[in-house]
């Protein structure tokens, strides 16, 4: 420590004092940081890309560390997106058991002439690949000239999971917005901009 060997006994300061084993330094942990991203289309949530398509990490500039997604947001939907270098809160979140609703505005239109209103087939029974879904909570907030707009709250995560239901049910998607996961809300942010989330945040998160 600091160029002496270290004896029982002995304490140190992590922000000040050289703590070196084996040769190799010491770094104290990095601060817990957590986020919350307005993602826009047109980016990815993987950390980098093989065909070189904007990630949500050139969107955090300022951010104090590095931290890396919770789960995924495809590349065509936007929307909340949270952030942060927890391990063990990020594991928690994306475990299959965490079944808390995460909620979308939704705006499709049906492939044919006839179908019943969306939130009747999307909230009912629907497979995926022989696999039952858990229900969702459906709502249609409004009808237009060329479909409806709608919100769907799911407790799953499947790959394109919101978008293969409307397909399974006779609709398309023509956009995607994440705007809750469970208590948390987009609210306001704006489109491309993040912010810390609020210590109310964290720990609701933290008691799923």
């Known amino acids: 420590m600091n160029g002496l060997t270290a004896s029982i006994g002995d304490t140190a300061d992590p922000e000040t004092d050289e ?3 084996d040769g190799c ?10 986020i919350m991203l307005n993602k826009p289309r047109g980016y990815v949530t993987t950390l980098s890309d093989e065909a070189g398509r904007p990630s949500v990490l050139d969107l955090l500039e300022g ?7 919770v789960g995924r947001l495809d590349m065509h939907s936007e929307g909340l997106l949270l952030l942060t270098n927890d391990g063990e809160l ?37 497979e995926l690949e022989g696999e039952r879904l858990l229900p969702a909570r459906c709502r ?23 978008r293969r239901m409307c397909a ?8 995607l917005k994440r705007v809750a996961e469970g208590d948390v809300k987009l609210s306001d942010l704006p489109t ?5 989330l609020t210590k109310d945040e964290i720990e609701y998160l933290r008691s799923l």
């Open 19 to 21: 703590i070196l084993f």
């Open 63 to 69: 951010v104090p560390q590095r931290v890396y997604p």
């Open 90 to 126: 990020a594991n928690h979140l994306m475990h299959p058991s965490h079944e808390v609703y995460k909620e979308y505005l939704v705006k499709l239109t049906p492939d044919k002439e006839g179908l019943p209103s969306p939130e009747i087939p999307l909230s009912g029974e629907i």
């Open 140 to 162: 249609l907030l409004a009808k237009t000239e060329n479909g409806y707009v709608m919100t769907i709250a799911i407790r799953q995560g499947k790959n394109r999971q919101i």
């Open 168 to 175: 399974k049910c006779g609709y398309t998607v023509n956009s």
């Open 192 to 196: 491309g901009t993040w912010r810390f």
């Open 25 to 34: 330094l010491i770094e104290p942990p990095a601060e817990k940081c957590y």
